[in-house]
């Protein structure tokens, strides 16, 4: 279950991050990896306390020591300012728009959901490719994301399984383990 | 008339931190005053590291987790002032804000500078447009502190290792740790072409030093900051300053004025903001900046204390030359220290940059340092593909990340008047501050520059065994930014230097051969603002080697003197 998109909006980013970056050979592809889920989280990360935007440290537990990522961290006053305005919108409060107004990640996403189309998980891949060229500003957004959760430490929601990191050959974090002196200076 | 503390201290970075530790031990009391958060060590006995910061691209690259958060401290920047108040917001060489500074982000290449780069006005001819000057000191002086700066950092690194080296009085306290695979391999082609690559001397732990461990190589280095400690900066000045029990360290509180007596010139202390935004005033008998290069001359316009004629000009930074090799086969950059090698020859006269001086009308060239590294890691080689069926193979085949080696020349900036930071007229930060602005406009010896150096390092690549071969700067030169969209037009360099420049002309210079502003002799700037010239070499250690010396004739300590050894042939 989405925690802020809706079921329907949640398909039509998996969708299309499956454009953006495609299944092919040993990669899944974004939806496989879980990008929509990365970016619900995103999009839903004040609904959780503390909110999802930093993960902990130092370690994870995948190369030993405990496992802190999954504590998140608290955020300072400012902080939370800064993040609920780049997700929310300033929404017309005076402390979020010092410098302007500000559109948020969530009237983004809804608003450039809706102008994929209600049938977009339905339509070719080719229809697909050409209603994300037409939105040029929303597919930008997308793709950077799309590749925050792709390749980012699973904890965030994406990169499910580690096969974000395991297609590419890509270790992700080694702490506390490292590296040896041989795995720094040899070839492979 | 009581004081709260002999010293407030405004930045926690490697200036500060290097000043606290010497105040605190020679027996001052002193409150460090930092505006970001506090993520490196508990500020309680033992005082541990925090074990917030990890190998996490998203959380440190992405999500401004050092800060500062370019929405909450916006800066501001134009080339020039045809294109009116700004062309850009958000941004600006942003060094982390936060306990630690500057020194966190830090991959820890510390090379000293060498004796011409404090002397370059007498050593070499003008360059029309540059205010070209020698340093108030020279090399030989400051050389037992550099010794003193590696010994507190912790430095690892070979003495005879780079034949072009100014003279040492000793050994680094570590030796090199292990070579990279791509660096070796780039290192080894340098060679063959000529060229004088060497181990980096780094601030990182080859070792176990200092009760701190030896680095295990994750990778994770340069803007990350060591989740097991093994970066000596500058956990250990902060560590061996707050172990006086004379050191009282404040995060989350913002400097923002410096506060001069009734004279007008004598500081009596330091006006700043906490995390709920209440004032404070805390008041000392010395006031110590260092904020660094751009928060520096910003916190002396705010409170009108300077020579406002200099302070925030000559804006230096290091003009980055990028040549990158792809090769046919994994170089895992990911695995190791950041950097392991560097190569000193593009500072150095060489006869055919000496011709393209000539034929580009400038009287010499001078390149800068060059860093023999890869890319390691994948949002950030994600977010410079394109979408579609390219980013996946791509992905798969990393050409740009497991397949690339990279080489950064960190060009010599020669100091500009009009090169400058100031107060941005309309654009403000949270706390309601004006933006720092910055107006930047590389000379064209640094274009010439890397017009020269690129191809030459691009054929060292294929030396190497890379099969394409490109190159690119930041800032961009013209003909490279025609082709692409810049979405930030400012400089990508962190080494920000010069905008309170020394000297023993007060009319010409902010701050005197102590560091010590002309006109207000209680307020001391020991950061990279007092930078005369910028050289071609990482900032860092030079600023710590200058932070000791000023911080011990601020305490009336002996000045530190060394003996110049023989090299080991």
Same mark, same amino acid.
């Given at each position: 279950m989405p925690v802020w998109l809706t079921e329907h909006e949640h398909a039509v980013v998996a969708a299309a991050a499956d454009r953006l970056i495609p299944p092919y050979d040993a990669h899944p592809g974004g939806a496989a990896l879980g990008v929509a889920d990365f970016i619900d989280a995103l999009l839903g990360a004040f609904t959780f306390d503390p909110p999802r935007i930093w993960a902990g440290g130092p370690f994870s537990g995948r190369a030993g020591g405990d496992p802190s990522f999954e504590q998140f961290m608290d955020l300072s006053a400012l902080e939370e300012l800064a993040w609920r305005t780049r997700i %929310? @919108?300033?929404?017309?409060?005076?402390?979020?728009?010092?410098?302007?107004?500000?559109?948020?990640?969530?009237?983004?996403?809804? %608003? @450039?959901?809706?102008?994929?189309?209600?049938?977009?998980?339905?339509?070719?891949?080719d229809e697909q490719d050409a209603r994300l060229d037409r939105n040029p500003e929303f597919k930008a957004l997308l793709y950077a994301q799309s590749c925050e959760g792709a390749y980012a430490a699973p904890e965030y929601g994406g990169n499910r399984g580690l096969r974000g990191w395991a297609s590419i050959q890509y270790d992700g974090d080694v702490q506390p383990r490292g590296y040896t002196d041989e795995e720094v200076a040899g070839r492979d | 008339m009581v004081m709260d503390c002999d010293a407030v201290i405004v930045g926690t970075g490697p200036a500060g931190a290097t000043v606290a530790e010497v105040l605190t031990t020679a027996g001052w009391s002193v409150v460090m005053l930092e505006k970001g958060r506090n993520h490196l060590l508990s500020l309680d006995a033992p005082f541990e590291p925090l074990g917030e910061v990890s190998n996490d691209e998203l959380k440190l690259l992405f999500r401004h987790f050092l800060g500062p958060d370019p929405w909450l401290e916006p800066r501001t920047f134009r080339h020039d002032e045809t294109e009116g108040d700004r062309i850009h917001v958000g941004d600006v060489n942003n060094l982390p804000s936060t306990i630690g500074g500057g020194g966190i982000h830090a991959d820890g290449k510390l090379p000293r500078f060498r004796e011409i780069d404090f002397r370059i006005a007498s050593e070499l001819a003008p360059v029309d447009g540059a205010e070209l000057v020698d340093w108030p000191l020279d090399y030989d002086e400051l050389e037992p502190y550099y010794a003193e700066a590696e010994r507190v950092v912790g430095v690892a690194g070979d003495a005879d290792a780079n034949p072009f080296a100014a003279w040492r009085s000793g050994p680094y306290p570590m030796p090199p740790g292990p070579d990279m695979f791509c660096a070796a391999l780039t290192s080894d082609a340098a060679t063959q072409l000529g060229y004088h690559p060497y181990r980096a001397p780094t601030g990182v732990n080859s070792v176990e030093y200092d009760g701190r461990p030896a680095c295990n190589n994750c990778g994770f280095c340069g803007y990350f900051g060591c989740p097991i400690d093994a970066k000596g900066d500058p956990v250990a000045?902060?560590?061996?300053?707050?172990?006086?029990?004379?050191?009282?360290?404040?995060?989350?509180?913002?400097?923002?004025?410096?506060?001069?007596?009734?004279?007008?010139?004598?500081?009596?202390?330091?006006?700043?903001?906490?995390?709920?935004?209440?004032?404070?005033?805390?008041?000392?008998?010395?006031?110590?900046?260092?904020?660094?290069?751009?928060?520096?001359?910003?916190?002396?316009?705010?409170?009108?204390?300077?020579?406002?004629?200099?302070?925030?000009?000559?804006?230096?930074?290091?003009?980055?030359?990028?040549?990158?090799?792809?090769?046919?086969?994994?170089?895992?950059?990911?695995?190791?220290?950041?950097?392991?090698?560097?190569?000193?020859?593009?500072?150095?006269?060489?006869?055919?940059?000496?011709?393209?001086?000539?034929?580009?009308?400038?009287?010499?060239?001078?390149?800068?340092?060059?860093?023999?590294?890869?890319?390691?890691?994948?949002?950030?080689?994600?977010?410079?593909?394109?979408?579609?069926?390219?980013?996946?193979?791509?992905?798969?085949?990393?050409?740009?990340?497991?397949?690339?080696?990279?080489?950064?020349?960190?060009?010599?900036?020669?100091?500009q008047?009009?090169?400058?930071?100031?107060?941005?007229?309309?654009?403000?930060?949270?706390?309601?501050?004006?933006?720092?602005?910055?107006?930047?406009?590389?000379?064209?010896?640094?274009?010439?520059?890397?017009?020269?150096?690129?191809?030459?390092?691009?054929?060292?690549?294929?030396?190497?065994?890379?099969?394409?071969?490109?190159?690119?700067?930041?800032?961009?030169?013209?003909?490279?930014?025609?082709?692409?969209?810049?979405?930030?037009?400012?400089?990508?360099?962190?080494?920000?230097?010069?905008t309170a420049r020394m000297g023993n002309d007060a009319r010409t210079s902010v701050c005197d051969r102590w560091q010590r502003l002309h006109d207000v002799d209680n307020v001391l700037v020991a950061d990279s603002s007092v930078f005369p010239t910028g050289a071609g070499y990482g900032p860092t250690l030079t600023i710590v080697a200058l932070a000791i010396r000023a911080a011990r004739a601020l305490a009336d300590l002996e000045p530190l003197r060394s003996q110049r050894q023989a090299r080991v042939p």
């Open positions: %929310e @919108g300033s929404k017309g409060m005076v402390e979020r728009e010092r410098n302007g107004a500000v559109i948020g990640w969530q009237q983004q996403y809804h %608003e @450039g959901i809706a102008a994929l189309g209600r049938d977009f998980c339905d339509v070719t891949p | 000045p902060l560590r061996h300053a707050l172990r006086t029990g004379r050191c009282d360290i404040r995060p989350e509180s913002y400097a923002t004025e410096v506060l001069l007596d009734s004279s007008g010139r004598k500081a009596r202390g330091v006006r700043y903001l906490d995390a709920d935004g209440n004032a404070h005033e805390v008041s000392a008998r010395h006031v110590v900046l260092g904020a660094g290069a751009f928060e520096t001359p910003r916190l002396l316009q705010r409170s009108g204390v300077g020579n406002a004629d200099v302070v925030g000009r000559f804006l230096m930074y290091h003009f980055q030359t990028f040549a990158m090799g792809i090769f046919p086969f994994r170089l895992h950059a990911h695995r190791g220290r950041s950097v392991t090698h560097l190569m000193d020859d593009p500072i150095l006269p060489d006869p055919a940059a000496d011709t393209a001086a000539r034929e580009a009308g400038l009287p010499w060239m001078r390149g800068g340092i060059v860093e023999h590294g890869g890319a390691s890691h994948p949002i950030t080689e994600a977010i410079h593909l394109s979408p579609g069926e390219d980013h996946t193979r791509l992905m798969l085949g990393s050409p740009m990340r497991d397949r690339m080696a990279v080489f950064t020349m960190q060009g010599e900036d020669l100091p008047a009009t090169n400058r930071v100031d107060l941005d007229p309309h654009v403000t930060d949270a706390w309601g501050l004006p933006a720092g602005r910055v107006t930047y406009s590389p000379h064209r010896h640094e274009i010439e520059c890397a017009r020269h150096w690129a191809p030459r390092l691009e054929a060292v690549m294929r030396e190497a065994g890379a099969t394409h071969t490109f190159w690119a700067t930041s800032p961009a030169l013209p003909e490279h930014a025609a082709r692409r969209r810049i979405t930030n037009p400012s400089p990508i360099s962190r080494h920000v230097m010069g």
